[in-house]
């Protein structure tokens, strides 16, 4: 069975402060792809990032940087200088193929505060 | 290309009535997701589509929710009857079926039941 845990609920940050969102993950498949999404107050979700199960490298992009862990089963999603704008939810999500299908499983999100 | 299409965007009705939600895709998205998100339960997978065969419907809540893709460029998830507990968004995904590309997710359709 998949599963993603995001353990942190809420997060309240201000700005200019970094912020890092946990996620952790489960998956009995050997290939797999690891997802964060952006969820504003308008209501859409925004793709940020898709990384690969073979593919451990960190990745930097603007002030946002990911780290992959396989050993740990994690896929931390770091905020560098926060910013007002970054006020959203945020989820991790996992596509895998068990059972043949590309199941895609989400996180329960983490409410991301950014005050002045 | 105009992104995944759902419709109607806001849909009100009362408790009993039939109730159809409308996606389509992008077109050469070969998988479709629909989820439901609500405060309670967060986002949560409903059933998805492989090349138009649904292959997991075991987060479809109850028998009164059914889900049907008659095509690659249209799909529909219909209630009957409807109740308040159902009032949520609903959302539509696609995405390559390898999962190898990002899923892309539709507006989203508020319902609410009353």
């Known amino acids: 069975a998949q599963k993603v845990t995001q353990a942190q609920t809420e997060i309240s940050v201000v700005e200019k402060e970094d912020v890092t969102l946990d996620c952790v993950y489960e998956t009995r498949d050997t290939t797999y792809y690891l997802f964060w999404y952006k969820q504003p107050p308008s209501g859409e979700l925004v793709f940020l990032i898709r990384r690969n199960s073979f593919d451990e490298q960190n990745e930097i992009s603007g002030r946002y940087s990911w780290n992959f862990q396989k050993s740990t089963s994690s896929f931390n999603f770091t905020i560098t200088a926060s910013q007002v704008v970054d006020s959203a939810v945020y989820f991790c999500a996992l596509s895998g193929f068990t059972g043949g299908g590309n199941k895609l499983t989400f996180g329960t999100g983490t409410q991301l505060k950014v005050e002045l | 290309d105009a992104g995944v299409i759902q419709s109607p965007r806001h849909e009100v009705t009362e408790m009993g009535q039939e109730v159809t939600l409308r996606c389509k895709p992008i077109s050469g998205h070969n998988s479709l997701f629909w989820y439901r998100q609500t405060m309670m339960r967060g986002l949560e997978l409903l059933i998805y589509?492989?090349?138009?065969?649904?292959?997991?419907d075991s987060g479809m809540p109850e028998d009164r929710f059914s889900a049907k893709m008659p095509n690659a460029s249209f799909s529909t998830l219909k209630i009957q009857p409807s109740e308040p507990r159902d009032s949520a968004v609903y959302f539509c995904?696609?995405?390559?079926?390898?999962?190898?590309?990002?899923?892309?997710f539709g507006q989203g359709t508020r319902l609410t039941v009353v």
């Open positions: 995904a696609s995405s390559s079926i390898q999962g190898s590309t990002e899923a892309f």
């Open positions: 589509f492989n090349n138009n065969v649904p292959i997991d």
